[in-house]
């Protein structure tokens, strides 16, 4: 029997709650204590055996001896039977599995194919962690049925195994299912289904905190097979011009400390570069600050680098952009919200730091507004309704946010009628396109409680819905949460929450700021300072081209006229041109992938055991798996779950049990055989 | 023969049930009512005997001993009629009764004691309706009390005094009880043995001949309770014998099927014993009436001279 249970005390236990039960723990341990009252009440019944006093013996003088014997064998039956009922219960609480050689399927059912999944995040650069990759995915590999896919920020199928190469990119396992579902949409599925191989280091910091991320998405039978191993490594977090000065983050994500020499420099020019020795503790960070000239309305793209020769070079350098765009100006058209709703918003948006709101109480907007948010207006004046309406219409944006006097009002001042509240509990948000910028952030403890319903019209993008769970996406108890509408040149997101407590946590988790600030990004069409490598990034403007450090064009003008995001794999500094306008945009590896501690054995054996009670018989037996804590990482075993089993098993001794039991209340001569020869 | 308990004294006495009878209280007062009962419905038939006391005239048949004819009655009548008087049937009763721990087992009333007791009080006054001359004789492991018989009133309720005292205990030795019986009783007489015979059936028969063999005439009563016809033991029981302290453990399965014939093989070798010594052997069930056992007796007093 394999699991952490054997060695460590700890084993999966139901992976879909999200609950581990544990050999140690309290109710497995109640069950076992259990195990002490069919003792007691056995003791108990040989000790108040029954005696009944009559006449004579004379005439059933014969029975005494096999009697006796029967009895207590009855007696010692039905009490193991009972001990091992309990035992079984308890012991399937605990969820066992059974490590099998792989390869030991019946060769009558349909073999799954794989589905090798590649990590080509960041930290599978490191040459021998690839090297090894590429070797266990080569040898899963089996000619004509075998699909490889590269995952990185995106998923990609690969044709042939050797012309993959990594990313910089980050890999979050949170979303993988339910990616792996959309690339298999593409693939016609087998016979015996898909059985996914993932080969990967297995960062800590790319599994979800929340276990229950992973159980979205079919589920198939899964096999885990971890490569590379835990190695120190030291980064520059982040960098920022403030002021007359650049700051930056140095962290330690080593086992041990280390004097590191950090150097900052004008972005491709080597020579003038400052440089400052810093004693960075394992596992701490430090900030070191370079002070730098005043550059008025020039761009200087500062470049903060790290001397540090470690596993990972590309997380070594960061990128400060000098004189950014400024913040754009918001006009706030809150004719009616109450003062709470206000305080929230206005809070998010000084926090955010991407706005500066303009709070209008008429149709007379500032000629310069970027982008405009219209909260909870109820019925807004006609003037300012006609505003809003041809301010729209000119290619402005504008983000609606829903509320009380919205609904009591029936419709929103543009984008349709609302048709009423749902209320349906607590609800969490789910972003239906990951891709959008407006999703970008974590959601996860955001729950809404209330929305209302627009009536949709063609052309309307759902781009977050208020869902009741996984398990129940895509049914009527999901609803909406924001909207995205073309309106004439310009665009509105539609919030269908309110800022309200009663409504919803949103207001009060920092998704809020992170919504809000993303939504004035993409309203105003700022060009982004700074964006992650692989991370999708809002197109500025209706027409746009952007060049790398070396001048090579990486976003050609019609690709950006299609799309309004782009991904950019690659670390630089890179050259935004709109029309009119020049800026710059710093693209930084994420620095999560710079920790390279892999997750714990506990988890990945969790996560691999969902793969056990995945679809698909025929896998199951066939599903080869890796035990993470185990010492060759690349022996091939599956885990097969004992608890169905065991519960079948208990089931059937309660059976025989409940037989054996009451055997003496009919007619049986079942075990005569015990006490042949008397009469 | 079950009727409801709540039938009058009187007409209906012979149909008493035990339960009610168990409700009466006074010994005498239940041997009466179950005697009148079982007379109204026994027709005992009056038998002429040589007594002084006159009985009856019937006709003159030829072969009669002329020294019977009234002739005062040929002179007034012109009819030769012989004259009829009152036998007398006078004998001894002895009753056997059986007081062991046995007798006093089961949770159901009467035990077998009770019941006994009954039947033995339901005899003595039987008797002494008759001017028989009755006994008691109450035994277990030894002889505890013998009353010879006697007629009269006092013996009567010295008798009913004795058999409501008796208290279940010990074991039974039938050969020292019947061979005491035997020592005391000269004279030819009736002995009824009352017991629930947890004995060997060639003990037992050896016991009747000794009595039978002195021209005593003997009736068995063997009496066992619903309990012991039909035992409804668990599956597993541990029993024990109430006189010996022996345990042993059955198993409700093997005695369903092999009590019921063992109880008739011991019954069958009582009966064949009793008929081999002459006696008369007849099976009380406690939670029957009493009547059928008195009428066995009547009817096998009946043939007594």
């Known amino acids: ?679 | 023969m079950n009727v409801p308990a709540a039938a009058p004294l009187g007409q209906q006495t012979r149909l008493l049930s035990p339960a009610l009878l168990a409700q009466l209280g006074s010994l005498e007062l239940i041997a009466r009512a179950v005697v009148d009962g079982t007379l109204h419905g026994a027709h005992l038939a009056d038998r002429p005997g040589f007594s002084q006391e006159f009985a009856e005239y019937r006709d003159y048949v030829p072969g009669d001993d002329l020294r019977f004819v009234d002739w005062n009655a040929y002179a007034r009548a012109d009819r030769l009629l012989l004259k009829r008087f009152e036998g007398e049937t006078n004998t001894r009763l002895l009753v056997l009764m059986d007081q062991s721990a046995s007798m006093g087992v089961g949770d159901a009333e009467p035990t077998k004691l009770r019941y006994g007791a009954w039947l033995a009080a339901a005899l003595v006054h039987i008797a002494a309706r008759q001017h028989d001359a009755a006994g008691l004789l109450t035994f277990d492991e030894e002889v505890r009390t013998y009353l010879p018989p006697g007629p009269g009133r006092s013996q009567q309720q010295a008798l009913y005094h004795q058999l409501d005292a008796m208290k279940p205990s010990g074991g039974s030795d039938w050969t020292e009880a019947f061979a005491y019986a035997a020592r005391r009783m000269a004279k030819r007489g009736v002995v009824a043995a009352i017991s629930d015979f947890y004995c060997d059936a060639a003990d037992f028969g050896r016991s009747l001949r000794m009595l039978g063999s002195r021209g005593h005439d003997v009736i068995a009563f063997h009496l066992l309770d619903l309990g012991e016809r039909c035992p409804q033991f668990g599956r597993n029981t541990t029993l024990r014998d109430i006189e010996t302290g022996r345990v042993v453990e059955v198993d409700a399965h093997e005695l369903r099927a092999a009590y019921p014939r063992r109880l008739a093989s011991h019954e069958e070798a009582l009966r064949r014993q009793a008929s081999a010594a002459g006696a008369h052997y007849v099976r009380m069930d406690t939670d029957e009436p009493l009547d059928g056992a008195l009428v066995r007796y009547l009817r096998f007093r009946g043939r007594r001279p």
Do not use: C
């Open chain 1, 1 to 679: 029997m394999y699991g952490r249970a054997a060695s460590l005390g700890g084993i999966a236990g139901r992976p879909q709650s999200g609950r581990v039960v544990s050999f140690l723990a309290i109710a497995f341990l109640a069950g076992l204590a259990a195990l002490a009252v069919p003792l007691w009440l056995h003791r108990m019944n040989e000790r108040a055996a029954a005696e009944t006093t009559i006449s004579s013996l004379m005439l059933m003088r014969e029975t005494e001896e096999p009697v006796r014997t029967r009895r207590t064998l009855a007696h010692r039956v039905l009490l193991a039977l009972r001990l091992a009922f309990l035992a079984l219960i308890a012991l399937a609480f605990a969820q066992p599995v059974l490590e099998t050689a792989a390869g030991s399927g019946d060769d009558d059912r349909a073999v799954p194919a794989k589905l090798i999944v590649l990590d080509g995040s960041l930290s599978m650069r490191r040459a021998e962690v690839w090297a090894e990759a590429l070797a266990t995915a080569g040898s899963l590999l089996e000619s004509g049925t075998s699909r490889v896919v590269l995952a990185g920020s995106r998923l990609a199928l690969v044709s042939e195994l050797e012309a993959a190469t990594p990313s910089w990119a980050r890999l979050d396992f949170a979303g993988l299912p339910n990616r792996l579902d959309a690339v298999l949409a593409t693939l016609p599925e087998p016979p015996g289904g898909w059985h996914i191989h993932i080969v990967s280091d297995f960062q800590a910091s790319a599994v979800p905190d929340r276990f229950n991320a992973l159980v979205e998405g079919t589920l198939w039978p899964l096999a885990l097979h971890r490569v590379g191993a835990a190695e120190d490594n030291w980064a520059v977090e982040a960098a920022i011009v403030d002021g007359d000065r650049v700051a930056a983050t140095v962290a330690s994500y080593a086992a041990r400390g280390r004097n590191l020499a950090v150097a900052l420099g004008r972005a491709g020019d080597d020579a003038e570069r400052q440089r400052i020795d810093v004693s960075v503790s394992a596992g701490t960070r430090r900030n070191v600050t370079f002070p730098i000239p005043a550059a008025g309305r020039e761009r200087v793209a500062w470049e903060v680098a790290l001397d540090a020769s470690d596993a990972v070079p590309e997380d070594d350098v960061a990128w400060a952009i000098q004189g950014a765009v400024d913040a754009a100006a918001v006009v706030l058209v809150a004719p009616n919200a109450d003062a709470a709703a206000l305080r929230f918003l206005t809070a998010a948006l000084e926090a955010s730091g991407v706005a500066n709101p303009i709070r209008v109480e008429d149709a007379a907007w500032p000629r310069s507004a970027s982008a405009a948010i219209v909260l909870d207006p109820g019925q807004l004046p006609t003037a300012t309704k006609r505003r809003l309406e041809r301010y729209l219409a000119n290619g402005g944006g504008a983000l609606l946010i829903a509320g009380e006097r919205s609904q009591r009002h029936g419709a929103l001042p543009v984008g349709g009628a609302l048709t009423g509240s749902v209320v349906a509990g607590a609800r969490r948000v789910v972003a239906v396109d990951d891709s959008h910028p407006i999703a970008r952030g974590s959601w996860e403890d955001v729950s809404i409680r209330r929305t209302v319903a627009l009536a949709a019209s063609p052309g309307d993008t759902i781009l977050a819905l208020a869902a009741t769970g996984a398990e129940a996406r895509g049914v009527q108890a999901d609803a909406p949460l924001l909207v995205e509408k073309r309106l004439g040149k310009g665009r509105a997101l539609i919030l269908l929450t309110a800022l309200d407590r009663e409504w919803g946590s949103l207001v009060l988790q920092p998704a809020f700021v992170g919504l809000v600030g993303n939504a004035v990004d993409y309203l105003a069409r700022n060009p982004t300072p700074s964006a992650k490598a692989g991370e999708a990034v809002a197109i500025p403007a209706a027409s746009v081209q952007i060049f790398d450090a070396q001048g090579q064009r990486v976003l050609a003008l019609d690709e950006t006229t299609r799309r309004p995001v782009v991904r950019i794999d690659r670390p630089g500094v890179y050259t935004v041109r709109t029309p009119g306008r020049v800026s710059s945009m710093a693209v930084h590896v994420d620095t999560r992938e710079s920790n390279l501690q892999p997750a714990s054995a506990d988890f990945l054996s969790r996560w691999q055991a969902l793969g056990a009670g995945a679809r698909g018989k025929a896998a199951l037996a066939e599903q080869a798996a890796v035990p993470p804590a185990a010492a060759d990482a690349n022996a091939e075993t599956s885990l097969l779950p004992l608890a169905p089993w065991l519960l079948a098993l208990a089931a059937a001794l309660l059976l025989v049990e409940s037989v054996a039991a009451n055997l003496g209340r009919f007619d049986f001569r079942l075990l005569s055989f015990l006490g042949a020869g008397r009469g």
